[in-house]
Each structure stands twice: as C-alpha cells, then as structure tokens.
C-alpha cells in the first residue's frame, strides 16, 4: 500500500525567508504524480505545484519549488521570500492510476506553516 | 460556476440519522472525488467518478456510505444510520481529467454527529 510521511507537524518562518517541508513516500509503482496542496484556514485546498515521476526536473512555481528524490522516495517543498499569506496548512499528495481506470490520490497528514511578520 | 461548490456547508445529525451532501463540480470536469478529512488530518479518499461511472470506491468505510453522480455532473454522498465516527469534513474534488489535471476543490461540508 501506497504511504505518504510529513514527519513535520508544525513549522514557523519568517517572513521573506526561506523554508523548506518534508515529505517521503512509498510505493512500489514506477509511473505516479505528486503534488502539495496548501489548506488555508478557510479550508478551501489549492495545488502549490505538481511533479511528474518520469520527469528528472524539478517543478518550479515561482516562490515555490521542489526536490524531488526518486530514489529516495522524497519531494520536498521549497518556500522562498515567504509571506504571510503563505501561512496554511501543506498537504503532499501522491496520485496513481488504478488498475479499475480511475485514480487514486492519497494525502499526508499535512504540516501547518506559521509565517511570522 | 466558478468553481466546486458543496451543499450544506454545516450539518448536524443525530446518531442514526441519514444525511446526503451534495457536490457540484466545476462544468465540463470529467473526473469528481469524495475525501474524508479527519480534524487535524490530510484528506482520505473514499470514491472516485468518471463521468457517471464510479470507477474506484474502495476508500468507502461502510456499506452505510453510498455515492452516485448519475448525470455525470452533481453528485451525492449519503450516509445512512449515522454514527459519531462519521463525524469529519466531507471534501469533493474534481478535474478536467488524468492525472495531469489538478484538482480544484470545494469548500467541504463539516458533518458533526451527536
């Protein structure tokens, strides 16, 4: 079964600087989609960026990029200039095809980003 | 719309009640999810649609959840005979289709249970 860490509950910045949130899975497929999604208090989840498995580039959406680790089985989210609004809750989600022609994407438990002025 | 919309926003049941939660999905989006969000938690999936066909509900936690989408447009989640474990916030999903299309989410529709 497909598994997805956060082993960071809680983390703080401050504003303009730099942060960085973990995220590990596991899987034994070869072909998946990851993604983070930001919650904001309003509850209203948005995707921040998404990654191809097959691609070896990271993704980058401005402010945010991501190292993602194939064989390590990590994707990182990368925060830069961080700003207030930038407070949320992050999920790491990781999406595959099932075997019925649907998909499935399961998330972490998520890490709650505090941006301090 | 603009966007995924959910009906009711709130809703209380009392234990054994049935409850049905409306989604409406972006138009022309092919594909519609159902999560589970436990308070404090990342969303759990329970069933997905294409289309009309549900293709994948084997995240449902009970044969007392149902979920159907019967014009491939509005879908419903019902729960029958409710009970304190239900208690959660129900997310729908949906995108234009595969994998490469994100998601757009809707508001949730927090169930609390008495």
């Known amino acids: 079964a497909q598994t997805v860490t956060q082993s960071q509950p809680e983390m703080s910045v401050q504003e303009a600087e730099t942060v960085t949130l973990s995220c590990t899975y596991d899987?034994?497929?070869?072909?998946?989609?990851l993604f983070w999604y930001k919650q904001p208090p309003s509850r209203q989840m948005i995707l921040v960026i998404r990654?191809?498995?097959?691609?070896?580039q990271n993704a980058t959406e401005n402010r945010f990029s991501v190292n993602f680790q194939k064989a390590a089985k990590s994707f990182s989210l990368k925060i830069s200039d961080s700003q207030l609004g930038d407070t949320a809750m992050y999920f790491c989600?990781?999406?595959?095809?099932?075997?019925?022609?649907?998909?499935?994407?399961?998330f972490g438990a998520g890490t709650r980003l505090f941006v301090k002025a | 719309g603009a966007g995924v919309s959910q009906s009711p926003r709130y809703k209380v049941a009392k234990r054994g009640q049935d409850v049905a939660l409306r989604c409406d999905p972006i138009s022309g989006h092919v594909s519609l999810f159902w999560y589970q969000q436990a308070l404090g938690q990342g969303p759990e999936f329970l069933t997905y649609?294409?289309?009309?066909?549900?293709?994948?509900k084997s995240g449902l936690p009970s044969d007392r959840f149902f979920a159907e989408r019967p014009e491939g447009s509005v879908s419903t989640l019902k729960i029958q005979r409710t009970q304190q474990e239900d208690s959660a916030v129900y997310l729908c999903a949906s995108s234009l289709g595969g994998r490469l299309h994100e998601q757009f989410f809707g508001p949730g529709t927090r169930l609390t249970v008495l």
């Open positions: 899987t034994s497929e070869s072909n998946y989609y």
């Open positions: 989600a990781f999406m595959k095809h099932v075997n019925t022609g649907g998909f499935k994407t399961i």
């Open positions: 649609f294409q289309n009309e066909a549900q293709l994948d």
């Open positions: 990654q191809e498995a097959y691609k070896q």
